[in-house]
């Protein structure tokens, strides 16, 4: 089996790559900037806005990882080219070589907007807090429409935080551990149908379902509690006030990400 993974340098990429390693599968690992293979894999430096790299980067693949574009907010012309362009691209040359499955990495932020809840469902209805929560929830689209007009098995992860460890107090409810991240994409990489799922570890604190990434066979075993007295040591209790507690996109519905902010 032949994996193609975009964004492979990228940092959930990385956490992957030695994650996914498995006798008899070779990882193709496409980045932009040069990536260096170890054994079982293959690398290839491309554009997934190019279709002609595209296409002959889904030669012999069996199931696409897409990790690539940006993983924060960017000015409109950039996340239109790189993450929703680049989204058109990849799917368009996934359908054309016959592959099967392919696994996209969404965002909590196609949802931030909405008001933190006990338990969020699956397939809350889009309300992105950013331009790049705009393109994830294009990326949804795109998906739904490649499987539902093609055929292509399509599982979106709406990722929450994925680190090695929570990396503030939000963290501890957002957070998707590597190894969890790892047996999330295994599931996804063989689930027939649409799919969208919360990507997020078993967490005390979580905010989101895990129905639907369970119906699909992932079986979370980490828990951000495990680390809740040193992160709430060092950055306290998430203050109710504050949107980083009140939304679940967190900061990133804070007014001052405002595209005009960002140096350009
Ligand atoms: C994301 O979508 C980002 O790519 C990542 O850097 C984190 O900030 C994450 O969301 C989050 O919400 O913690």
């Known amino acids: 089996m032949r994996i193609l993974m975009t964004g492979a340098a990228g940092g959930v990429g990385t956490h992957l790559r030695p ?36 296409t002959k980067a889904m030669d012999g693949v069996d199931a696409v ?5 940006h993983s924060l907010e960017q000015p409109w012309a950039d996340i239109l080219q790189v993450n929703i362009n680049g989204t058109y691209v990849l799917l368009e040359a996934a359908r054309k070589a016959g592959v099967r499955h392919v696994v996209m990495a969404s965002s909590n932020h196609a949802v931030g ?18 331009f ?6 294009t990326l949804e689209a ?34 998707l551990s590597p190894d969890d991240c790892a047996r999330l994409v295994e599931a996804a990489l063989v689930a027939d149908g649409f799919h969208i799922v919360w990507g997020i570890s078993a967490n005390t604190r979580r905010w989101w379902s895990l129905d639907e990434a ?12 495990v680390y809740a007295e040193e992160v709430i040591a060092r950055y306290g209790e998430l203050d109710p006030g504050d949107i ?10 804070r007014p001052e990400l405002h595209v005009d902010n960002l140096g350009r």
């Open 19 to 54: 994650r996914l390693a498995r006798e008899g599968r070779v990882l193709r690992l496409l980045d932009i900037v040069p990536v260096e293979p170890g054994p079982g894999e293959e690398a290839m430096t491309a554009d997934v806005t190019d279709p002609d790299a595209m």
């Open 65 to 69: 990882l897409h990790l690539g574009g």
């Open 113 to 130: 907007f909405h008001p933190r809840m006990a338990e969020a469902p699956d397939y809350l209805f889009p309300r992105p807090d950013t």
């Open 132 to 137: 790049y929560g705009v393109s994830k929830v």
């Open 142 to 175: 795109l998906g739904s429409l490649y499987h539902d007009r093609y055929g292509l098995a399509v599982t979106c992860l709406r990722i929450g935080s994925c680190f090695e460890r929570p990396k503030d107090t939000r963290m501890l409810s957002t957070w």
């Open 214 to 225: 369970r119906a699909i066979g992932y079986e979370p075993k980490d828990d951000s509690e």
């Open 244 to 253: 980083a507690y009140s939304l679940l996109g967190g900061t990133f519905c």
